[in-house]
């Protein structure tokens, strides 16, 4: 008599049945679950093969008794920054084919409520970390990530404890200010986030975004038209900058934001005021979201190549869980401008 398949499915397939059936060791299997580098095609197809065919699946509360838990934490700041999107896709992406699970935390802005959800991720024995420009004092970042592997994703400040990608921020900032200088302009207002060195970072995004907008109008002999006004990265952080700006009596002629999302804010600040962009003033995002190339839109931005930035954070993640000890490594991505139609030449005034 055929034995009964209900009854068979009953019993919970191992990692020793899918060793088995794939005729390879338990260690291969669980390379191939880990996503572990080094681990041939052949071997993957043939464990990913017998995986699929035996309905195998992974006991978390096992896995994390022996020490891996296979989840990711990533910290932002908010949901509502389609840049992190961007770079959420590419951290997706790179973990797709392994075990590993990502788990998002949207701590807001402030450095207290950050660092109680970067406490949290650690209490619950996630394997590493991926911090996106945190606003945690370095000292509790760099303690953390003594213990629990970890990626920093915007800061320039070098570590021995942590992994790092970065955008060439000052590079992307004098890409505009020439772009925006050829075209005539000379009253070129920079709206960044808050760029003070506090919790001992001493190069953030936007200290190095407004290093680079200094020193290039300073090139360009318009040191004396440079101004910062600093916002949130957000669309009402945007809106209270533009109306700030718009409104003044030496209303700049070109606007570059860090952020998309604060652009967008400016955009709805010029509409409100019944200003046209780029007719009234020119502005320029920094991200290149999808939201900057729609029609509507049609925002000239920064692309620092968000994805990238993120499947380069995830891989150097899991090197560091796997077991790499050398020392820490920084990868920095080059920025382009995209040039939309949202510049363009200022009118005589």
């Not at 970067?118 to 509790?140: F, H, K, W």
Request: net charge neutral; charged share 20%.
């Amino acid at each position: 008599m055929a034995p009964d398949s209900s009854a068979r499915n009953t019993k919970r397939v191992t990692i020793t049945d899918v060793a088995r059936h794939a005729g390879v060791s338990t260690a291969a299997v669980s390379k191939v679950m880990r996503n572990a580098y080094g681990v041939s095609t052949a071997m993957q197809e043939r464990v990913r093969a017998a995986i699929d065919e035996l309905g195998y699946r992974p006991h978390t509360a096992a896995r994390g008794m022996r020490g891996r838990t296979y989840t990711i934490g990533v910290l932002l700041d908010n949901v509502r920054n389609a840049f992190f999107a961007d770079i959420l896709d590419g951290i997706r992406e790179e973990l797709r084919d392994s075990e590993y699970t990502v788990l998002i935390g949207a701590a807001g802005f402030g450095a207290e409520e950050q660092a109680r959800t970067i406490r949290s991720m650690v209490d619950r024995q996630m394997d590493g970390l991926i911090l996106i420009a945190p606003a945690t004092p370095r000292p509790e970042v760099q303690a953390t990530a003594e213990g629990t592997p970890t990626v920093v994703i915007g800061h320039h400040d070098s570590s021995d404890a942590h992994d790092s990608v970065v955008d060439a921020d000052d590079l992307g900032a004098g890409l505009v200010v020439d772009h925006l200088v050829a075209l005539g302009h000379q009253d070129i207002a920079l709206v960044s986030a808050a760029g003070n060195k506090t919790g001992r970072w001493q190069r953030t995004p936007e200290i190095a975004l407004t290093d680079g907008y200094l020193q290039a109008m300073e090139r360009h002999g318009l040191a004396g038209h440079a101004r910062v006004h600093h916002a949130a990265y957000s669309d009402d952080g945007g809106h209270a900058a533009g109306t700030a700006l718009l409104t003044g009596a030496d209303r700049p002629t070109a606007i570059m934001t860090g952020a998309d999302v604060a652009a967008l804010g400016i955009y709805r600040a010029a509409h409100d005021l019944g200003l046209s962009i780029p007719g009234d003033v020119s502005l320029v995002g920094y991200n290149n979201t999808a939201i900057a190339s729609l029609a509507p839109v049609q925002l000239a931005s920064v692309d620092q190549a968000g994805h990238t930035m993120g499947t380069a954070a995830a891989r150097m993640l899991i090197e560091r869980v796997e077991g790499r000890r050398e020392r820490a490594m920084q990868t920095t991505m080059t920025p382009r401008l995209v040039i939309r139609r949202s510049t363009a030449a200022p009118r005589p005034r």
